[in-house]
């Protein structure tokens, strides 16, 4: 068989997206397109799972399996995916409000399980499709639609939640840097277990304060510290904590850990989708006598 | 000699009441007895009072017995609670010395015999054993012998260490013994008709309903305790490691349902149990399952609610959740199976329906059925047909590139799936509305055909067995009931019978869609109608009368019960005959 070498342009679909001009969005979405093509994925062992809101349409774009779940129900139904055939690639991509608002318990219990999925986050820090509320990651004080005087919430740490949680891979990227927003999503697929990218995804109609700029300021690029060492968990926890989470690269990277399906008794290496379901009565009937 | 008695051991939660019974069943079912066993317990592990109904027979037995002939009590509140129940010339065993139980007033004609059966077990060395020698004493009693029981402890303490199966045979022989010389032969009246030692099985409707999901190729569950529907995520986890499959204890409902979901539209057979408070959390991701039509089951093992009501207790009041839950107007089948063998095929038949028509399924089940124990004859697994739908073949698949019209309008309503990993099969699911490829669109015409198409999936739905009738073609009464009811109705129906009153029970099997034909053509057959279940709103009479012929609406009469506990034959019969007696007739409702 001859050997297909794919491009980004085939991850994509004929669907136009509709995300604001200047969005943070279309870079994650090239990134990921990159990503595909830099590991050569065939589109039909690639699931997209994606959540609901602005970055949920990432799915109708991206050119693989696309399943669009309910708000907040990426992990449970990634999980669901990789379980019945852990031979396909699952990439859960959806925003800050989805992961780590209403989804934020399955996002901790996805992170511990260390399942065999890369979740990409676009982070806005704001509730983008129903127009400008302060989002979970929204800075304390931040005036919203929901905040006109500011809001008294403290904003979630999404990435030493994960490092507590026991993630095995964490890096977080930016929109405005899509090629190493690619090497990473890259090196997270590669990932056996679960691999977090948070990707900082700009909102730039509702959010006026965590802009472009703001981030080209700020941002430092732990994979340009010679002195980094990503597999030290101690260094990773300081490291973001130092910088209240603006950092971008390799944060903290574990291959030792197992993977959730590794640790499951019994469950199939085969893909689990094409197990045996027809059992003759025979064998139904001796279980059977276990009620005697 | 008695045909049929009932037996109760009644203590403190978490002294191994249910061991006692459960021993004891295990035993009577071996012997060739039908039983039907229900345990009666409270939301708390240690403490409280629990107890273990059984009812032995010589013939099926679908449901509880209104008077209990021996109580095995290890305290005196299992006598207050208890002493109400018992048969004239019942018998109470008393944990104790001479003298210290007391029967409440009004107990009547009951004998109360003490057994000092904690002494027993404490000169044995170890004060648990009182259950066994409970057991013992119940042997005795009902004219069984401890060789009898003698197989199970075998069976049951064999592998656990020590000299565990030994001991509890003294502690059941000494039991015995102690009934023995307690009562003489005065008990023999108590005594069991032998029975014929044939093989059958005994089976709680949680353990069948698992069991079935198995045998449907179910390799995935995915759910988070709850009573009363933990017991199918322990089975399965014993067995489907075997199958190379796989159990997530979720870390809530949502979670449960949503894995399930993920993993039916992958290609793999998945279901969740659960029970209200679950089933509520549930019903945005059912809604989503009927959207992108991905094929999964659900059962809901009820138990009394509103919210967490009372945890332990029956009741069948999730009716309108499971048939009309979710936002939205939702495709979805409920099957309510009516008895706990028919739990095994109801699970079987739920995945072939779900993947058949590529939507939710539900198997209600409630708590009686659930947790009930009893006999079943034999399981006919030839009945197990694994029908996976329609699933994508290669000349389905698109081969240029382009989108695979997943949703495609088709006369059925259910159009071939591709699961991921097919080349050719690629589309978007997606719980907005789309199209035949699965794009997002609000397009008003096709949003009609869409849902056209996944409401039409039904209309074919046949070689289901949407209601179980018994009785004569016209009869006078009709009594309607659904799930664990399906006995008392049984045994109202037969007394009714016996009264000259010609009289027909319907169970509904089918909840949704809801078999308006079959049930209006019963209706119409009947000259009294009567709707028995265990819910205050009369959930199913309100479901069949959102069916029913105008003229049929006002002939329902509806019987509710929810305290908690079960019908009793009784509770159908009387008001039946108060109502249909020439005073009674001035349209006077029940309950």
């Known amino acids: 068989m001859a050997t297909v070498t794919r491009t980004a342009k085939d991850y994509r679909t004929s669907a136009a997206a509709w995300w604001c001009p200047g969005c943070g969005d279309f870079g994650v979405l090239r990134a990921l397109q990159e990503a595909a093509a830099k590991l050569n994925l065939a589109p039909e062992n690639v699931v997209l799972v994606a959540g609901i809101g602005c970055s949920g349409k990432i799915g109708d774009y991206f050119r693989s399996y696309s399943i669009h779940t309910v708000h907040g129900r990426t992990m449970p139904v990634a999980t669901g995916i990789k379980l019945a055939n852990r031979n396909l690639t699952v990439i859960a991509a959806g925003g800050d409000g989805d992961g780590y608002g209403i989804g934020l318990n399955h996002f901790i219990h996805a992170v511990r399980r260390n399942i065999d999925i890369t979740y990409i986050v676009m982070d806005n820090h704001i509730y983008g499709l129903t127009k400008g509320q302060f989002s979970p990651t929204s800075q304390q004080g931040f005036k919203t639609t929901s905040s006109p005087a500011g809001t008294a919430d403290r904003p979630v740490k999404p990435l030493q939640l994960a490092l507590s949680a026991g993630v095995t891979y964490l890096a977080q990227a930016f929109s405005a840097y899509p090629d190493h927003m690619a090497e990473i999503i890259a090196e997270a697929i590669q990932h056996k277990g679960f691999s977090l990218v948070n990707c900082i995804s700009p909102c730039v109609t509702y959010n006026k304060v965590n802009t472009y700029d703001f981030y080209k300021e700020h941002l430092v690029n732990l994979d340009e510290d010679p002195d980094y060492d990503p597999r030290n968990y101690d260094l990773a926890v300081e490291t973001v904590r130092k910088y209240d989470e603006l950092v971008i690269g390799r944060i903290y990277v574990n291959d030792t850990q197992p993977s959730y399906q590794d640790l499951l008794p019994g469950y199939s290496k085969e893909p689990l989708v094409n197990a045996k379901l027809d059992y003759e009565p025979e064998h139904w009937q001796q279980i059977l006598q276990e009620f005697a | ?591």
């Open chain 2, 1 to 591: 000699m008695r045909n049929e008695l009932t037996w109760v051991v009644g203590g403190q939660q978490g002294e191994g009441i249910d061991t006692t019974g459960e021993i004891l069943a295990s035993a009577l079912n071996r012997l060739g007895y039908f039983i039907y066993g229900y345990r009666t317990f409270g939301s708390r592990i240690k403490g409280g009072h629990t107890n273990y109904r059984i009812r032995i027979a010589q013939r099926p037995v679908y449901g509880i017995a209104p008077r209990i002939d021996v109580l095995i009590a290890f305290d005196q509140d299992s006598i207050n609670r208890l002493a109400g129940e018992m048969a004239p010339g019942g018998l109470i065993i008393f944990n104790g010395k001479a003298g210290r139980a007391k029967l409440p007033p009004g107990a009547g004609d009951v004998r109360l015999v003490e057994v000092p059966m904690l002494d027993i077990a404490r000169e044995l060395g170890n004060p648990i054993m009182k259950n066994m020698v409970g057991v013992g004493v119940s042997a005795a009693l009902l004219g069984l012998r401890p060789e009898d029981i003698e197989p199970v402890l075998d069976d049951r303490f064999r592998g656990k260490g020590g000299n565990l199966v030994a001991a509890n045979k003294e502690a059941l022989r000494r039991g015995y013994e102690a009934a023995r010389s307690a009562l003489g032969d005065t008990a023999d009246v108590l005594h069991l008709e032998p029975g014929d030692r044939r093989r059958r099985y005994l089976m709680t409707g949680d353990e069948a309903a698992a069991f079935g999901a198995l045998a449907a190729g179910c390799r995935l569950v995915a759910a988070y305790p709850i009573t009363p529907a933990s017991e199918i995520m322990h089975w399965m986890v014993k067995k489907l490691p075997q199958y190379g499959g796989v159990v997530v204890q979720a870390e809530d409902e949502i979670a449960a349902i949503s894995t399930v979901v993920g993993a039916g539209y992958a290609g793999v057979r998945a279901m969740t149990a659960t029970s209200g408070p679950g089933f509520s959390l549930m019903q945005e991701v059912l809604g989503y399952a009927g959207m992108i039509e991905a094929p999964c089951v659900i059962i809901n093992v009820q138990r009394a609610g509103p919210s967490t009501g009372m945890p332990t207790k029956h009741e069948q009041s999730d009716l309108f959740e499971m048939v009309m839950g979710s936002h939205g107007d939702l495709p979805r089948i409920v099957l309510a199976p009516v008895s706990i063998e028919d739990c095994f095929y109801a699970a079987v038949e739920a995945f072939n329906l779900a993947d058949r028509y590529q939507t939710p399924v539900i198997v209600a089940l409630d708590l009686a059925l659930g947790l009930g124990k009893q006999t079943v004859e034999d399981i006919d697994f030839s009945r197990v047909k694994i029908d996976r739908g329609q699933i994508a073949l290669p000349d389905d698949l698109n081969w240029d590139g382009g989108d695979f019209k997943r949703y495609r309008f088709t006369e059925s309503g259910v159009s071939p799936r591709s699961l991921p990993g097919m080349p050719g099969g690629l589309h978007l699911a997606t719980g907005l509305e789309h199209d035949e490829t699965g794009h997002i669109t609000e397009d008003r015409t096709n949003r009609v055909r869409m849902m056209q198409k996944r409401l039409r999936k039904f209309a074919d739905i046949k070689d289901v067995e949407a209601v179980r009738y018994e009785g004569p073609e016209n009869p006078h009464v009709l009594l309607i009931g659904w799930g664990a009811s399906y006995g008392a109705l049984r045994e109202a129906r037969e007394r009714l019978e016996a009264e000259g009153i010609s009289t027909g029970h319907a169970h509904v099997r089918l909840l949704a869609p809801f078999p308006a034909d079959e049930v209006n053509r019963l209706l119409s057959r009947a000259t009294h109608v009567f709707v028995a279940e265990n819910n205050a709103l009369s959930q199913l009479a309100a479901l069949i009368r959102q069916h029913a012929d105008a003229a049929d609406k006002r002939r329902l009469r509806t019987i509710n019960k929810y305290d908690g506990t079960l019908f009793l034959p009784a509770e159908i019969v009387e008001p039946v005959l108060e109502s249909i007696t020439p005073v009674g007739v001035t349209a006077k409702e029940v309950g």
